[in-house]
């Protein structure tokens, strides 16, 4: 063996423990303030609608300070269940910005993120205000933003015309400007967006919820594509295999993912009289087989209460609904720690259930929603053999091996040499204390 080939092999030691040493250090550093766990819900977003008390009772209330109680409630009640947002239909004119900063102070009381679901009253006519165009709209709607900077935080959505069919020059299914119709919504989604960047508020756009025979009309691939990939439908069905059914043709037809902006039961035309528990049972079927659909992001439950589909009563007590509710909106957690075959936490592991997908944090964490029927987990990385685990109900703090693979002897050398010096780090570390 040469004298020059000693002095590399002393030299490629010598950065080895150096870059061992750096590593442990950082190491050490992220383990000494730990990353938190981030709530990690089956849907980005988990919304309930309070239309019917926080648009229809609008004017009758603007004046009432009593009905802040009632505004508490709702919130309060939504909030409980685990929504990340409440749904608030207050109407956009200057009159009743004062009633929509009530429900939005309610929603920031209860760390609520809001979906604007209003208009302005003009476009549908609401509270005696006459029709509006889609020219007077568009102003309206950017001074709006422009104007109330204030009522919104990162996070929010806003939707300037939800239900848009509904108002202005008509439904396109019955006036055929469907052309119209589409460049509409996509100027409105682009202003709303720049209205946004303006004054420095990262809030979601769009979302302008519609029937769905209307979104199978006019939501085409190039329609959904200049709308941010997202079809937003209200759609209420005789049972949760339609509902299925209609969200993966419409997505598959859009190429988009699909927000349920409104979805509930009881509707008497559509599902008859159910009992409390037919409802609590029907929303069940529906949100498991919604949770094993990959192309839903988000849903609005329609309507905490005030309506046919209320899952509170009129008393403000929960009907078995909420429960379900909750169970989906709040889902148990497992958590656990992905390492290799020598005990050394792993990030940006993939973590995959049947249903959910997360990733490890710096220290190998994960944290994932189950429900009863999920069976195994799988964990997968680049240069790591992919590992299954079996879990159950019982499952807590679950620990995946996975394996880290070599390409050559080399890299297996290195790695066992960064092993060796770790551990001496870390005895030296224990020694000195």
Not at 154 to 170: K, L
Not at 222 to 246: C, E, F, Q
């Amino acid at each position: 063996m040469t004298q020059n080939y000693m002095k590399r092999i002393i030299i490629i030691s010598i950065l080895i423990a150096i870059v061992t040493l750096w590593m442990v250090a950082k190491n050490i550093n992220h383990a000494a303030i730990p990353e938190p766990l981030p709530h990690v819900p089956w849907w980005n977003v988990q919304s309930v609608d309070t239309m019917k008390y926080s648009r229809d009772l609008t004017a009758e209330k603007i004046n009432d300070p009593s009905f802040d109680a009632v505004i508490d409630q709702h919130v309060r009640d939504i909030a409980e269940i685990g929504a990340t947002h409440v749904a608030i239909a207050t109407p956009y004119d200057e009159e009743f910005v004062p009633m929509l900063k009530r429900w939005v102070n309610a929603a920031r009381k209860y760390n609520l993120r809001v979906w604007f679901r209003g208009n302005f009253s003009g476009w549908e006519e609401w509270f005696g205000y006459p029709e509006i165009s889609r020219e007077e709209h568009m102003v309206k709607t950017q001074n709006f933003i422009l104007n109330h900077p204030d009522l919104f935080v990162d996070g929010d959505i806003f939707s300037g015309c939800p239900e848009c069919e509904n108002g202005g020059p008509g439904d396109p299914r019955r006036t055929g400007d469907i052309e119209g119709h589409r460049l509409f919504l996509i100027a409105e989604y682009r202003m709303e967006k720049e209205a946004f960047q303006k004054i420095g508020k990262e809030v979601s756009v769009g979302y302008n919820s519609m029937n769905f025979d209307v979104a199978t009309l006019v939501m085409d691939k190039k329609t959904t594509a200049s709308l941010g990939g997202i079809v937003t439908i209200d759609h209420y069905v005789s049972s949760p295999d339609n509902l299925i059914r209609d969200i993966q043709t419409l997505s598959q037809q859009s190429n988009g993912k699909i927000f349920l902006g409104e979805f509930g039961v009881p509707i008497p035309d559509i599902n008859g009289k159910l009992s409390d528990q037919e409802q609590a049972q029907w929303i069940t079927d529906a949100l498991e087989k919604l949770v094993d659909e990959p192309s839903v992001v988000g849903l609005n439950y329609w309507v905490g209460a005030g309506g046919s589909t209320q899952i509170w009563n009129d008393d403000g007590s929960p009907k078995p609904a909420v429960l379900v509710l909750r169970s989906y909106f709040n889902p148990a957690i497992l958590e656990g720690t992905v390492a290799d075959q020598y005990n050394r936490p792993i990030r940006n592991v993939e973590v995959l259930s049947s249903r959910k997908n997360v990733k490890t944090d710096l220290a190998g964490h994960f944290s994932i929603p189950i429900i009863e029927s999920d069976a195994r987990l799988t964990a997968s990385a680049k240069g790591y053999t992919n590992a299954e685990l079996t879990i159950d109900e019982n499952s807590q703090n679950v620990k995946i091996i996975i394996e880290k693979k070599y390409d050559n002897l080399f890299q297996l050398i290195i790695d066992r040499l960064q092993l060796l010096f770790s551990k001496l780090v870390r005895l030296a570390s224990f020694s000195s204390l």
